[in-house]
């Protein structure tokens, strides 16, 4: 059985300027990706092609094997950023239009309807206007929309970037539930997301694949020893904190805005027993000591040159 997706070499250029500019990845069924990275990185655009909604300048997408055609957009499921809906419609009116227009008939039209209604929590506002539905429940009618003619890839662009804290509980809930059924890629600016849902994550920067790993797959390529230390504010205790990423085995000092300090270091047994022992030796009244690794959020800022 080949791949559910097979993307090679995937470029797209606007104006001579690449943004996408030559992904290539596999994809099995079954599997919930995060596209990830900053604003600009590409991803709206890779999921638009992935979508057949927009044309490569180069590169081909595989779906099952067969090159995408006019029977794939049946088979995906695609929220676009910014949906747009018609506000004097019904949120019913609205997934029975959209379940028509991917080819359902009209019998088969209304179960589905209703049940994706039901499913997304939809049922009670199913006859109300969507110029009345609040933000969470217009991006619950986009999944709706997404998923009314069961297809086998859901295409969703930062489904939760614009909601507010409990529209983004209410989606990530449901992409959870989605995700057991489904194959899925979505595309987020958040790290927080991707680790809350996905399998896999593609970190996308200037258009490029930056990593591309199962969650713990990059937790494991990056697990670099960090020492987390924060010291009272006291004039030596702080040129301590000072003197120690001139050391050798720091090969990495960070400042956070709250005086915590992160440091990489090459070998996590000699670095504590050193601090340590400085720390001691000194009398500096250390708040905070933490031997760790990197987080996620690290690796993301690395791989993406933040
Ligand atoms: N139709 C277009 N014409 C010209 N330039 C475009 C077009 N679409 C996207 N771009 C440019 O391509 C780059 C990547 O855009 P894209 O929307 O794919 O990124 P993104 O990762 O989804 O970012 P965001 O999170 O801001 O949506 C941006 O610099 C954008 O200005």
Redesign the pocket.
């Known amino acids: 059985m080949p791949p559910l997706l097979q993307v090679s070499g995937l470029h797209k250029v606007?104006?001579g300027q690449p943004?996408v500019d030559g992904i290539s990845f596999d994809m099995e069924s079954g599997r919930c990706v995060a596209l990830l990275?900053p604003?600009?990185?590409?991803?709206?655009?890779?999921l638009r092609m992935l979508a057949g909604l927009m044309n490569p300048s180069r590169g081909s997408i595989l779906f099952e094997g067969k090159p995408i055609g006019d029977s794939y957009r049946r088979q995906i499921g695609y929220l676009p950023?910014s949906p747009s809906f018609y506000n004097w419609m019904t949120g019913e009116e609205y997934i029975l239009l959209a379940s028509k227009l991917s080819g359902m008939g009209r019998k088969e039209s209304a179960g589905r309807a209703a049940a994706v209604l039901e499913r997304m929590g939809l049922q009670d506002a199913a006859r109300r206007r969507i110029g009345g539905y609040s933000g969470g429940m217009k991006q619950r009618l986009g999944l709706a929309q997404a998923l009314v003619h069961a297809p086998r890839l859901l295409l969703l662009d930062?489904p939760v970037s614009a909601l507010d804290p409990i529209g983004r509980r209410e989606i990530m809930e449901l992409l959870r539930e989605i995700g057991k059924e489904t194959s899925v890629i979505f595309?987020t600016?958040v790290l927080h997301d991707a680790e809350e849902v996905c399998d896999d994550i593609i970190m996308?920067s200037r258009g490029r694949i930056a990593e591309h790993g199962t969650l713990s797959s990059l937790r494991a390529k990056y697990n670099r020893p960090v020492i987390t230390l924060r010291v009272e504010e006291q004039k030596e205790a702080l040129q301590w904190l000072e003197t120690l990423s001139t050391r050798s085995f720091i090969l990495e000092r960070r400042m956070e805005v709250d005086g915590t300090v992160l440091l990489k270091v090459q070998d996590m047994e000699s670095a504590r027993s050193v601090i340590l022992r400085e720390a001691a030796e000194r009398g500096i009244p250390l708040l905070r000591f933490e031997a760790g690794s990197l987080s996620l959020e690290d690796v993301f800022m690395e791989a993406v040159g933040g």
Request: glycine fraction near 18%; charge should be neutral.
């Open positions: 606007f104006h943004c990275g604003n600009g990185a590409g991803k709206t655009t890779t950023q930062e595309s600016h996308m």
